[in-house]
Structures are given as structure tokens and as C-alpha cells.
T-cell receptor
Framework: GAVVSQHPSWVICKSGTSVKIECRSL??????MFWYRQFPKQSLMLMAT?????????EQGVEKDKFLINHASLTLSTLTVTSAHPEDSSFYIC???????????????FGPGTRLTVL | AQSVSQHNHHVILSEAASLELGCNYS??????LFWYVQYPGQHLQLLLK??????LVKGIKGFEAEFIKSKFSFNLRKPSVQWSDTAEYFC????????????FGTGTKLQVIP
């Protein structure tokens, strides 16, 4: 089946620095990818939709200047957490819909997630 | 706005016991429903899904779920659990048609004791 990878799998950074997380579709092209955030013992919260060739669509309450999303190619989306603070510490997960099918009407393929810890 | 609630946060069962995890959603229109599973140390993967047709959906590893529209429910069941079913289970919903976001429930952690 289709595989989505994320890099890095975990990262520790100092407060005030920026961190970039990559999401790649390994064997298929994804014009749309999704970024989620998961707090301990809570559900996945959709942060934004990454669109290849256009601006990302952010969910209400998500700061677009804080969480920069760039869909650089049909297989790569990046999430940059700018000026990270301890409250940004979380588990970030990306997903992409199956090849040929875009949108939430179908299941998603999920990446393994990135654990961010901001000291 | 759509929402999903999962009633059980942590379930502990012995092997061979039957499982039912509750999921209720709130949305006024037609929905697509999913159950995802996350095994320890692994990423989320699809267990089963309902789009239309037979409301009783069968998924992988002997799991099934029944969509009851009148109750806005999509409960997950398995007649006999195994130790390897230990995982976290997420119910999710999208509204039908076109591009729509996925809304997840809070998840249920299942622990199966050998």
C-alpha cells in the first residue's frame, strides 16, 4: 500500500528556535496532504491542509505565521514550527489521501509522526 | 461542525473476550465513517470504513462495525480479541462528497491480557 514517511521522527529544540518537519509520499503523488497535532491522551486535531502549488488552508485557531506549511512538490510537504515554545511540544502527524483520490471522502495514509519537544 | 465521541478511553479485556467500542458522531448531513488503529510504535492505519450500502461493515483482522443512522453511531466489534489487538482505536468521520476534513474521536486504548 501507499506509504507516507516523516522526518525526523523526534526532535528536541530550544525555545525560540524553528523546527522543520518533512512529510513525504514515498510511492505516490499527493497534491493534498494534511497536518495533525496530537496531545497526550487526546485526539488528532487537524491543523491545516497542504496544497501543492497553492497556499495551505488552516483550521480555525491555528496560527499560520507560527506553523508554516510549504507543499514544495507532489511528494513533499513541510511544516515549520517557528519560534517554538514549550507549549508547541506535541506529536505532529501528516497524512495523504490514496493516489488518484483527493479529499476527506476517503481514507488517509498516515505518516509515523514526529515528536517535538521544546525545552 | 462535526464531532465524534468515543465513550471508552481505556478498555482492558482478557483474550477471547468480546469487544465493543462505542462511537457516536454529530453531523447533520451524510457522512463517511472510519475506524483507524494505532498499534504500539506504529502509525495509524485503516481498520474499516463505511461510505454507503450495507451498514454492517467488515474490516481487517476480524473487526466489524455497524452504522446505525438513527443513533448516529458506528460501534466497533470483535467477537474474540487477541493479545495482538492491543492498540489504540480511533473513530473518525468526514462528510460525504468532495473535499472535507477528517474529524477524529479521542481514541480508546485497548489492552488485551493474555
Amino acid at each position: 500500500g501507499a506509504v507516507v514517511s516523516q522526518h525526523p521522527s523526534w526532535v528536541i529544540c530550544k525555545s525560540g528556535t524553528s523546527v522543520k518537519i518533512e512529510c513525504r509520499s514515498l510511492d505516490f503523488q499527493a497534491t493534498t496532504m494534511f497536518w495533525y497535532r496530537q496531545f497526550p491522551k487526546q485526539s488528532l486535531m487537524l491543523m491545516a491542509t497542504s496544497n501543492e502549488g497553492s497556499k495551505a488552508t488552516y483550521e480555525q485557531g491555528v496560527e499560520k505565521d507560527k506553523f508554516l506549511i510549504n507543499h514544495a512538490s507532489l511528494t513533499l510537504s513541510t511544516l515549520t514550527v517557528t519560534s517554538a515554545h514549550p507549549e508547541d511540544s506535541s506529536f505532529y502527524i501528516c497524512s495523504a489521501p490514496p493516489p488518484g483520490l483527493a479529499g476527506g471522502g476517503n481514507e488517509q495514509f498516515f505518516g509515523p509522526g514526529t515528536r517535538l519537544t521544546v525545552l | 461542525a462535526q464531532s465524534v465521541s468515543q465513550h471508552n478511553h481505556h478498555v482492558i479485556l482478557s483474550e477471547a473476550a468480546s469487544l465493543e467500542l462505542g462511537c457516536n458522531y454529530s453531523y447533520g448531513g451524510t457522512v463517511n465513517l472510519f475506524w483507524y488503529v494505532q498499534y504500539p510504535g506504529q502509525h495509524l492505519q485503516l481498520l474499516l470504513k463505511y461510505f454507503s450500502g450495507d451498514p454492517l461493515v467488515k474490516g481487517i483482522k476480524g473487526f466489524e462495525a455497524e452504522f446505525i443512522k438513527s443513533k448516529f453511531s458506528f460501534n466497533l466489534r470483535k467477537p474474540s480479541v487477541q493479545w495482538s489487538d492491543t492498540a489504540e482505536y480511533f473513530c473518525a468521520v468526514t462528510s460525504s462528497g468532495g473535499y472535507q476534513k477528517v474529524t477524529f474521536g479521542t481514541g480508546t486504548k485497548l489492552q488485551v491480557i493474555p
